[in-house]
């Protein structure tokens, strides 16, 4: 039976010197994480020592309030940030100060405080918190800076400092300041530098874990201030859907003036600055009726015309590990979920899910029924089931996780297939195992050689396709996967190594000979 301590102390020990070692040669905010790390591994070893039987639920609470929380609370702070929702994004902040001693949460909260001051119409406020933050050097100090300049509306300043206060080598790597140094570029008419920018932009920051808001937050000005009024409007509609009505409406206005619609752009941010309670929004649409013909007589050169139609038909790239650009199950994703969920309350009106003669009815992958008996409809059954509600919950998590981006690149008949022959393989590779002598297994159940032979495709896939952008980046991500789940299986004996590396290795073999769906359709 799967032992939920074991399985809490091992991420509890796996996760923060995973950390630590990604960390231990970086500088600058990672010091507050490498605290966090050294804590948990503390805690649980001294709860190892005193108490071993419950070590994994000691360990496992502290990472999940020193790691686990503040990473997900700090990536929805900065999310919350890109769509200019500061008030909820400082009482995030301000809670994430009591758990996590990173550095620089303090400022960040205050810096977080006074673009809230902004947005409620106390610029003086606002610019007085902002004063003793300000510092070149520092992220959270150039972001008061930036953030200064755009409460005054002084676009031109931003420029200037960027251009000529910055250390060198900055806006290579201090992404957040890629958005405003855009918009700032777009607001003082120089538009072609604002696409070459963009495109330079893209390059440099695809190492960064929230690339995927950097791009639609920068994409934003460049469809704006270039009069893309279509795609403007399929941006803030879907990935940017959470901006405000008063954000969508000021965007929308200045893509109108931009693309020459002058008494329209005008008419909407007139009424804009006389019905919004966003006071920031308010003081830009202002600035921006003042100088209402700038954009028109700016026009782009032919060169950063057709650059901007190529970048209005691409779509953003991916960094996530698994290339999913969805939260939501596919269509395949979720009939397999379903038919394991199916099977699991099969098993429990059965008999119960850890009864061994249930399982044998079901058909339970077993040596001895497939060898002697002819049964070898089990290598197919055995696949949707599961010994206890654990079991079930990590593979159809897994399988959520690692499907969709799958599904989404090779197709949904092609992922069903690979999911079943992966199992399949993963059966296959057992019973040779045990027929050698290699292995010793009597009744194997789950879908967890078909989740592993979903990784091993994505393997393949990688492998085929090495030189493609961000291939070799996941392809490592990839093999920490693999190598965490191989020392999981060594440290748990319940759990059937076998059956993971024979589906990994299924799936390797199956990603090898497949192509992306995106790619054939360009064949």
């Known amino acids: ?121 106390d610029f003086d406020s606002a610019l007085a918190l902002l004063g003793p933050l300000q510092s070149s050097y520092t992220n959270i100090g150039r972001q008061a800076i930036a953030q200064s300049f755009r409460i005054r509306g002084d676009w031109n300043g931003l420029l200037g400092w960027l251009r000529g206060d910055l250390p060198p080598g900055i806006m290579q790597t201090d992404f957040a300041l890629q958005p405003l140094y855009l918009r700032a ?55 940017l859907r959470k901006l405000s009505r008063d954000t969508k409406e000021f965007w929308i206005g200045i893509g109108q003036l931009a693309a020459g619609e002058t008494m329209a752009g005008r008419a909407r941010l007139e009424k804009l600055r006389a019905t919004t309670g966003d006071a920031l929004v308010r003081a830009e649409a202002a600035h921006r009726l003042e100088r209402v013909n700038e954009i028109a007589h700016t026009p782009f050169s032919p060169g950063t015309d057709a650059l901007l139609r190529r970048i209005e038909r691409s779509d953003r790239p991916s960094t996530r590990v698994f290339a999913s650009e969805t939260a939501r199950p596919t269509r395949v994703v979720l009939i397999l979920i379903a038919l394991n969920i199916a099977m ?55 399988l959520f996780i690692i499907g969709p981006g799958l599904e989404q690149a090779i197709g949904s008949i092609r992922f069903g297939i690979c999911y079943l022959l992966s199992g399949l393989g993963s059966g296959v590779g057992v019973l040779l195992l045990r027929l050698l002598g290699l292995n010793s297994a009597e009744q194997l159940v789950g879908a967890s050689g078909c989740v592993m032979g979903l990784v091993g495709v994505w393997a393949g896939l990688l492998w085929r396709h090495r030189h493609a952008p961000m291939a070799g980046r996941r392809l490592k991500n990839i093999l920490v996967i693999v190598a965490i789940q191989t020392a999981f299986d060594l440290s748990t004996p319940q759990i059937s190594m076998a059956a993971h590396m024979s589906g990994l290795l299924t799936g390797v073999m199956l990603g090898l000979i497949l192509a992306p769906r995106s790619l054939r359709a360009r064949d």
């Open 344 to 398: 699991f309350v099969a098993e429990y009106a059965l008999g119960g899910s850890t009864n061994p003669f249930t399982l044998h009815r079901l058909g339970a992958l077993e040596f001895v029924a497939v060898r002697f008996g002819g049964e070898y409809w089990r290598l197919l059954t055995s696949l949707f089931l599961h010994y206890g509600p654990l079991h079930l919950l990590f593979n159809l998590y897994a």
């Open 1 to 121: 039976m799967i032992d939920l301590n074991h399985i809490l102390l091992f991420i509890a020990c796996v996760s923060p010197l995973t950390l630590l070692a990604q960390t231990w040669r970086r500088g600058g905010l990672n010091r507050g994480w490498r605290i966090a790390a050294f804590a948990v591994l503390l805690v649980t070893g001294v709860s190892w020592i005193l108490k071993p039987n419950t070590a994994g639920f000691v360990g496992g609470g502290a990472w999940l309030v020193l790691m686990l929380v503040p990473l997900v609370g700090l990536r929805k702070a900065a999310e919350l940030v890109a769509l200019q929702r500061y008030a909820s994004a400082w009482r995030l902040a301000r809670a994430l100060r009591f758990l996590h001693p990173a550095d620089g949460l303090l400022e960040q909260s205050d810096l977080l405080r006074a673009l809230e001051f902004a947005q409620r119409g």
């Open 185 to 239: 570029l777009g607001e003082t008419g120089a538009r072609d530098e604002l696409l070459l920018e963009f495109t330079t932009s893209v390059k440099s920051m695809r190492s960064a874990s929230q690339h995927l808001w950097l791009y639609d937050v920068g994409l934003l000005p460049v469809l704006a201030f270039g009069g893309r009024l279509q795609a403007l409007s399929n941006l803030l509609e879907t990935k």
